[in-house]
């Protein structure tokens, strides 16, 4: 695969961040594909990776919100909720499970909350209210705010409301849980830290789903299997430490059968994570550049790389985008047509029935039925 400059440099910088050799480098270079694509994939998709609201405290003033259903004056038209179901009608999303930020500052003296914590459960409410049919809400606390944030107590009321079928994303590779949001970074925090395992214990006398990106797999066996009756959604690259040798997460569908893993865009591969995340200097024309020239090969290098995987689990894999903040993602159609279309090509080159399981039937047995889309004959 032939790379623009910007991609070698960045790709460099990645490598060097996760630790790669000269040796490395053989040893997961990607087997070649065998078989050609049957032929896109036609049916539904059930998005289960959007970030449609973020808010980091400790860097931001106030939250940006990218499916915007705020009072009208507030609004941003570009963005509006209308804007983003038109998208998915667009694409074939029958269904998407966005992340939705909540703050949940302790209450300030004279009983006063922070503003930003009203308006941000206020765009949820309405989402919900308006189209419960088509987006299931996770309650998200985003990265950079008050390690604080994370506990059962304060949680608690957010989640037995009704608004949020789920808990998520946590994003334990990124600060307060680590000391940088990327290269190489020291975690502070593991997904067995007694502070979370609350969580878990909360959420499963809920009855409700947790989606946490774990920094590493440290804790993770003992976390998972602690409340088994709480489904996990996972991904990240930091969890396999490998793009070619996904072993580590075969083991743990093994081990773990409540376990699930969202295959989406941004992370599937490393020259994925590149073009979908600003922080690494990511804007459209890059994006842009980078789904011309490798049109007529993305789909293969994801199959050469998680199909093994997707054939033994079937069952345990959900597709989604992890579009988030960028703004350039939302506003512009190409965006979500080419990673729409890429996804297609390559749920094609799986067998019908898997392409199936991963597209929307996994997400429906996980999250329950949604729009027309449901298991039921």
């Known amino acids: 695969?032939?790379?623009?400059?910007?991609?070698?440099?960045?790709?460099?910088?990645?490598?060097?961040?996760?630790?790669?050799?000269?040796?490395?480098?053989?040893?997961?270079?990607?087997?070649?594909?065998?078989?050609?694509?049957?032929?896109?994939?036609?049916?539904?998709?059930?998005?289960?990776?959007?970030?449609?609201?973020?808010?980091?405290?400790?860097?931001?003033s106030k939250p940006r919100y990218r499916v915007d259903l705020r009072d009208e004056g507030e609004r941003d038209p570009e963005l509006s909720v209308d804007a983003y179901i038109a998208s998915m009608d667009r694409t074939g999303i029958a269904c998407t499970l966005a992340f939705h930020?909540?703050?949940?500052?302790?209450?300030?003296?004279?009983?006063?909350?922070?503003?930003?914590?009203?308006?941000?459960?206020?765009?949820?409410?309405?989402?919900?209210?308006?189209?419960?049919?088509?987006?299931?809400?996770?309650?998200?606390?985003?990265?950079?705010?008050?390690?604080?944030?994370?506990?059962?107590?304060?949680?608690?009321?957010?989640?037995?409301?009704?608004?949020?079928?789920?808990?998520?994303?946590?994003?334990l590779a990124n600060p307060p849980f680590s000391d940088s949001d990327f290269g190489e970074r020291n975690y502070l925090i593991y997904p067995n830290d007694p502070q979370l395992m609350e969580i878990?214990?909360?959420?499963?006398e809920l009855g409700l789903p947790l989606m946490l990106h774990p920094g590493a797999t440290e804790g993770l066996d003992e976390a998972i299997s602690a409340y088994p009756d709480v489904p996990w959604i996972i991904h990240g690259w930091q969890v396999h430490d490998?793009?070619?040798?996904?072993?580590?997460?075969?083991?743990?569908?093994?081990?773990?059968?409540?376990?699930?893993?969202?295959?989406?865009?941004?992370?599937?591969l490393p020259e994925h994570l590149e073009i979908m995340k600003n922080r690494r200097g990511a804007d459209l024309e890059i994006f842009q550049d980078f789904m011309e020239e490798h049109a007529d090969t993305v789909a293969q290098e994801m199959a050469a790389t998680w199909t093994p995987l997707i054939e033994r689990w079937p069952d345990r894999f959900t597709w989604g985008t992890d579009?988030?903040?960028?703004?350039?993602?939302?506003?512009?159609?190409?965006?979500?047509?080419?990673?729409?279309?890429?996804?297609?090509a390559y749920l094609g080159t799986l067998p019908p029935e898997v392409a199936e399981q991963v597209a929307w039937k996994n997400a429906v047995e996980l999250l329950g039925p949604c729009d027309e889309l449901s298991l039921e004959p």
């Open 101 to 171: 930020s909540v703050a949940v500052e302790e209450v300030a003296e004279g009983g006063e909350v922070d503003r930003n914590s009203g308006e941000l459960f206020g765009n949820a409410e309405r989402i919900h209210a308006a189209h419960s049919d088509r987006i299931k809400l996770f309650a998200e606390i985003f990265r950079h705010n008050p390690a604080e944030w994370f506990d059962a107590d304060r949680l608690r009321p957010v989640l037995e409301q009704g608004t949020f079928a789920g808990l998520g994303e946590f994003q």
């Open 200 to 204: 878990y214990a909360m959420l499963s």
């Open 1 to 60: 695969m032939r790379f623009p400059p910007d991609f070698r440099l960045v790709s460099l910088l990645l490598c060097s961040a996760m630790g790669c050799t000269a040796d490395s480098g053989k040893q997961n270079q990607r087997r070649p594909v065998e078989t050609p694509p049957l032929g896109p994939y036609v049916g539904p998709l059930y998005e289960t990776h959007l970030h449609i609201a973020t808010f980091g405290s400790l860097e931001d």
């Open 323 to 344: 579009i988030a903040r960028p703004k350039w993602q939302w506003t512009e159609p190409e965006v979500l047509d080419a990673i729409t279309e890429v996804s297609r």
């Open 242 to 268: 490998e793009w070619q040798d996904l072993e580590i997460i075969d083991a743990l569908f093994a081990a773990h059968p409540n376990l699930y893993y969202t295959i989406d865009f941004a992370e599937t």
